[in-house]
């Protein structure tokens, strides 16, 4: 394995350096380390079968037999850092506009679908950050966001994650009431991005084995079809989505950093609505 610094010129110019490392080495594999590598010179490094690693987020490696793969983080943050699923369900509604402030946590639990002791707890998270402040009318505890707006999107953005838990290729019948479009297949109904040949579609995961017992849904071969992707969420997709689909943050949330560059860029164009 050899390290080339990332600012090395062109792919056609290290292939010239690779030839000349190979013979004075008298060796056939070499795998050239890049500290990130963006989806223009990945597909050119990938059409040339030019071995490469980015330490933690990609490697290809086609003289092993060794694939594309790519891992991608939400941010640096930490776990800890990062807000659970149903307070991040409250920032979110609160972004895209829901009537949250004053709300006590019976009613919230009711319109999240949650346990009041889960509100709870995502409030004690919310105050303890600084997001939300300590409010109580009478005997009762509200909620009451400290900004909104650009400034709570600044304020959280770097502790949002993912929703998507696991995306699952399956067969069956997948009534459309149970689930919200997403990935490229919501993609495309908020940009112009073109629809997938495969549909998207998103559920709760705490629901995903009740669903797929009761739709007798079947894994499916890639090649299939007649498949459709399922995406298991943390929390319920419906919560917050608009007219059958995924809500434009949790969406882009889930597909800002698809290695795919088409995807990555529709991802940003979600949030050109919002005034952040």
Not at 47 to 75: C, H, M, N, W
Not at 85 to 93: G, H
Not at 103 to 117: G, H, K, P, S
């Amino acid at each position: 394995m050899v390290a080339v610094p990332a600012w090395i010129g062109g792919v056609e110019e290290y292939l010239k350096h690779r030839d000349q490392i190979r013979r004075r080495l008298d060796s056939s594999l070499l795998v050239l380390v890049l500290e990130g590598v963006p989806a223009a010179l990945r597909r050119r490094l990938v059409e040339k079968r030019v071995a490469f690693i980015s330490p933690g987020t990609q490697f290809y490696v086609p003289e092993a037999l060794l694939d594309l793969r790519e891992v991608y983080s939400s941010r640096p943050a930490a776990p800890s850092e990062q807000l659970s699923p149903t307070a991040q369900v409250l920032v979110l509604a609160a972004l895209l506009g829901h009537e949250i402030n004053d709300a006590n946590m019976t009613q919230l639990a009711d319109r999240y679908r949650v346990a009041i002791m889960s509100i709870s707890r995502a409030v004690d998270e919310l105050e303890a950050l600084k997001l939300a402040q300590r409010h109580h009318v009478g005997r009762q505890r509200r909620l009451r966001l400290r900004m909104d707006g650009a400034q709570l999107w600044r304020a959280v953005e770097d502790r949002l994650q993912s929703p998507v838990r696991k995306s699952r290729s399956v067969i069956g019948d997948l009534p459309e009431d149970l689930t919200v479009l997403a990935g490229e297949s919501a993609l495309a109904r908020y940009t112009m991005l073109a629809e997938p040949k495969i549909i998207c579609r998103a559920v709760p995961a705490f629901a995903w084995k009740r669903i797929a017992k009761d739709c007798e849904l079947e894994s499916s071969w890639d090649h299939d079809e007649r498949r459709q992707e399922v995406q298991t969420w943390a929390y319920d997709p419906q919560l917050l989505s608009e007219d059958g689909t995924a809500d434009r943050i949790s969406l882009y949330l889930s597909t800002r950093h698809d290695p795919d560059e088409r995807i990555a860029q529709a991802a940003e164009q979600l949030l050109e609505p919002f005034e952040w």
